[in-house]
């Protein structure tokens, strides 16, 4: 029997990419599913995309995880709707892939922002909810550049080593409140995410935004006496 109808779920960055197939798989299990975005054009996107998904509720809010204020506003309202909180997918995130010369202060401190502090800002919010419920699931979404450090990266690279340690701590500290943590780390993905900005037809040996969500959707439905903590996920047969 699965473990995700009538979950209560979060995820952040869920109106595109990989965060909106997470979203969409959820919904489609009888999850109810709140989303957030940067834009109200791609919020109200991708909630249309999201009710024709499946059976669960599905509502959303506008809001920049940078921002301490904007997240608790929109955690609020998440609770408002969802009447609780059982799962929380952290998905939003940026790249900014340029050499540290060039890079400027602004995107280093957009990149740490995004992938750190929002991270933060959202599991700080969510424990106490979660906890009110008797436990529930934080999954994160990091990448392989939390361990693979590349040129023109040191930004990113840097958000996902982070998120990596701040995830193992965070399980250790919640383990015990029947609340699991994980992280996910995708190789490359066919999203409009990095440096081309749109999602390319000829990448067909990239993982799709699916592949990343059947893995979230296997770790809810484990049995909670198991906790497969970190995920690495990569394309079977890369590009030579």
């Not at 779920?9 to 989303?35: N, S």
């Not at 929109?74 to 609780?84: D, P």
């Not at 193992?168 to 066919?190: C, F, K, T, W």
Request: net charge positive.
């Amino acid at each position: 029997m699965s473990r995700i109808p009538g979950k209560l779920a979060l995820v952040t960055g869920g109106t595109r990419g990989i965060g909106l197939a997470i979203a969409r798989a959820l919904a489609e299990r009888a999850a109810d599913v709140f989303v957030c975005a940067t834009s109200q054009a791609s919020l109200e996107a991708g909630i249309a995309r999201l009710r024709e998904a499946g059976p669960g509720r599905v509502a959303g809010a506008v809001c920049d995880v940078r921002r301490h204020g904007q997240v608790s506003d929109m955690i609020q309202e998440a609770t408002r709707f969802l009447g609780g909180l059982d799962i929380l997918v952290n998905n939003a995130g940026i790249g900014s892939f340029q050499n540290v010369e060039q890079m400027s202060v602004e995107d280093w401190q957009a990149t740490i922002e995004t992938n750190l502090s929002g991270v933060f800002y959202c599991c700080r919010a969510a424990i106490p909810l979660m906890k009110q419920r008797g436990g529930g699931y934080i999954i994160n979404i990091g990448s392989l550049a939390g361990k693979n450090a590349f040129p023109g990266a040191a930004a990113y690279n840097a958000t996902k080593f982070g998120l990596i340690g701040f995830s193992e701590a965070l399980m250790q500290e919640v383990r015990y409140d029947h609340i699991r943590v994980s992280y996910v780390m995708p190789g490359s993905v066919n999203t409009e995410f990095g440096r081309s900005g749109v999602p390319a037809a000829s990448k067909t040996w990239m993982l799709l935004p699916e592949d990343v969500a059947m893995v979230v959707v296997n770790l809810l439905e484990m049995d909670p006496r198991a906790l497969p903590s970190r995920v690495e996920i990569r394309p079977s047969e890369p590009k030579k």
